[in-house]
Every structure is written in C-alpha cells, then in structure tokens.
C-alpha cells in the first residue's frame, strides 16, 4: 500500500505542451521534493518544499513549477515540453528536512 | 561542490558469494551518507545511513557499509547475496540542507 503516490504511472505528451505530475504523500511528513532521472543520469535534486513552502531550488528553468495545494501535496507543473524533459520523476517526502527520505514509484514521462 | 561516484556501472555476482559496491564522495564537511536501492519499476529505498559514531552500519537485509573519512569512501557489503538481491543501488550524500547528491548507480545483477 503505497503511502507516497505519484499519478500517473506513465506518461506521453507531445513537444510545446503542458502537463502536471501529481504527488500526495500519506506519512504525516512536512517535507517534500521532487527529483528527475534521465537516462543514463545520476537522480537529479530538483525541488525541496517545507511547510508548503519552497526552500531549495536547483532546475533552472522557469518551465518547470511545483505547486502545493495542501500540505501533503506537491504537483509539478511543467509548461513547454521539450523532448530533454523525457525523464522518471520521482516524488519523495520526509518528516522533517534533515530526516530520511522516502520515494514515490515515479511517473515516467515521454516527451515526443 | 559535493558529488558522489560509483565507478561501478554493472556488477555481476554469483549467488551467495560475497559483494561490495564502491562508493567514494567529496564534501568539505562532515557528510551525511546513504545507500538506496532500486527494484524494477519502483522507487528508491533506503537501505542504511550513515550520520556519525560507528563508522560501520548496518542496514536491512543483511546489508552494511563502512564510512573510511580518509579515503571519502562509503563502500557497501554484503556477505552472502540473493538472487533478490538484483536491482540498482545508489549511494548519496547531504550536506548542510536537505538536498540529496546522488551517485550514478550501480546495476547489480545476481545469477545462479
């Protein structure tokens, strides 16, 4: 039974486009991140939010936002699709932001 | 800047012989270490950490890993590994936030 769950599983969206990847995470954690894995990448930090709000950014591009909703949510938002965005991103949260992490199965995007 | 390497892109081991996975960082400071693994179509899952005290730590499923400050190395051990034991590791090290620098990854694969 999953408790950090990423939708969806997989996805194929066409170059320009714009899609949102879902994470809501059920650990009562106040910490969350997003991470990207490129082929024949090392996992990449992209985002870390506290309490809903941003503490570290390391994407540069404006095209990709997380939006938080509510506390145990954290979507990301990616506008303009190139076909380098094909990657699995992975959702994962902790208790607080020095504790451990833990992972979402990720969501497989394809851009094409 | 902090980084990981695993030298290691493929290992291959019989079952029940023994295995180690390299791991080597650079951080200025006193980090903070892991090891992940990676099954098929899943997540990451945390395997030990390292903090301080004990230079050797055990992890779950009969796994450990000695911290060797003078040689920035993590390396990972096991004595006796299973054919469940095939999947992805990867080591990471946090510095002062909470953002995780993670390694490329190590395939593992076990056969009989």
């Known amino acids: 039974d999953p408790k950090i769950i990423q939708k969806p599983k997989y996805l194929v969206a066409v170059t320009g486009s714009e899609k949102i990847l879902i994470c809501e995470q059920y650990?009562?954690?106040?910490?969350m991140y997003w991470y990207r894995q490129s082929a024949k990448k090392p996992l990449e930090f992209m985002f870390s939010?506290?309490?809903?709000?941003?503490?570290d950014n390391q994407t540069a591009s404006s095209r990709f936002q997380p939006q938080s909703s509510k506390k145990n949510h954290l979507d990301l938002q990616i506008t303009a699709l190139k076909p380098d965005d094909s990657a699995t991103y992975f959702c994962?949260?902790?208790?607080?932001?020095?504790?451990?992490?833990?992972f979402g199965h990720g969501t497989k995007l394809s851009v094409l | 800047a902090q980084s990981v390497t695993q030298p290691d892109a493929r290992v291959t081991v019989s079952e029940g012989a023994s295995l180690q996975l390299r791991c080597k960082y650079s951080y200025s400071g006193t980090p903070y270490l892991f090891w992940y693994v990676q099954y098929p179509r899943q997540g990451l899952q945390l395997l030990l950490k390292y903090y301080s005290g004990d230079p050797v730590v055990q992890g779950v499923n009969g796994f450990e890993a000695e911290f060797i400050k003078s040689n920035s190395s993590f390396h990972l051990r096991k004595a006796s590994v299973h054919w469940s034991d095939s999947a992805v590791y990867f080591c990471?090290?946090?510095?002062?936030?909470?953002?995780?620098?993670f390694g490329e990854g190590t395939k593992l694969t076990v056969s009989s």
């Open positions: 994962a949260s902790s208790l607080a932001s020095n504790e451990r992490l833990f």
């Open positions: 939010y506290s309490y809903q709000k941003l503490m």
């Open positions: 990471a090290v946090r510095g002062g936030s909470a953002k995780l620098i």
């Open positions: 650990l009562g954690h106040n910490a």
